[in-house]
């Protein structure tokens, strides 16, 4: 996907670069155009078919925060990339209203919560076929898909609205290495091990792993993203699964602690 920054004579709107945060307002990309201010737009074939209103709170703001935050993780964006992932906040945004896709309703706590804390996970992503489970509104499924577009990432989630964004989120962003399964974890059976699993408070260990442990092998990384260091849900973990490693993550802009618990299975 190769962005082309928009010309502003031709398509007849203010699409000036922001002088303060040095984002532009409006870019255009295979399919379709993104705009980043009091409009965040897309349009499927261009400006002539008229642009349909995504949200109105996906601000220079969010651009510069992530941006920003990005960086700090020590995550360099492309230009692409970070256009996605804005081009996601706003259909996360508008779809939250009438599905209930996260309980963090305000735009500006998106950012941190959602995009950044699903791309600190990011430098301990490993193989090439990974599965989020209990995925709901696509974190950090879909980010992760932005980020490793030559890997296969699939998010499994039992609410058909939570999988219907999933789907248009795919057909939106033309994210063709993502795949969205609808399904309870413990009905769902892969054609082969996936090389990781994640989830972001899912559910405790015990019952992450013993409802994954049939989409892994000992090979697989189970990756389960947590708040304060769960050593409670450590003493149930199931005897065939052990802690490998347990990373303290800094997230830019989100206050309390983050970890995240890299487990294996012994067999």
Sequence with gaps: MRPVERNPEQAGDNSARN???????????????????DSFEKT???????????????????AQELSTGARELGIDLSPAQHEQLLAYLALLIKWNKAYNLTAVRNPDEMVSRHLLDSLSVVPFIEGTR????????????IPMAILFPEREVALLDSNGKKTRFQTQVKLELKLDNLEVIHSRAEN?????????????????LEDFTGWTRHMGDVNTRWLAMKGL?????????????????AQALTVPGCQGQRHLLILRRTA
């Excluded at 260091?229 to 490693?245: C, G, I, R, Y």
């Design 19 to 37: 002088t303060r945060t040095g984002f532009a307002h409006s870019w255009r990309y295979a399919g379709g155009y993104f705009a980043v201010d």
């Design 44 to 62: 499927r074939r261009g400006p002539s078919v008229g642009a349909k209103r995504l949200s109105s709170m996906v601000t220079p703001q969010h």
């Design 130 to 141: 990974w599965i989020d489970v209990g995925s709901g509104g696509g974190m950090p499924g």
């Design 188 to 204: 769902y059976q892969p054609d082969a091990p996936f090389d990781g699993i994640i989830s972001r408070a899912f559910s405790s």
């Design 229 to 245: 260091h769960p050593d409670d849900e450590l003493v149930a973990l199931p005897s065939d699964f052990h802690l490998d490693s």
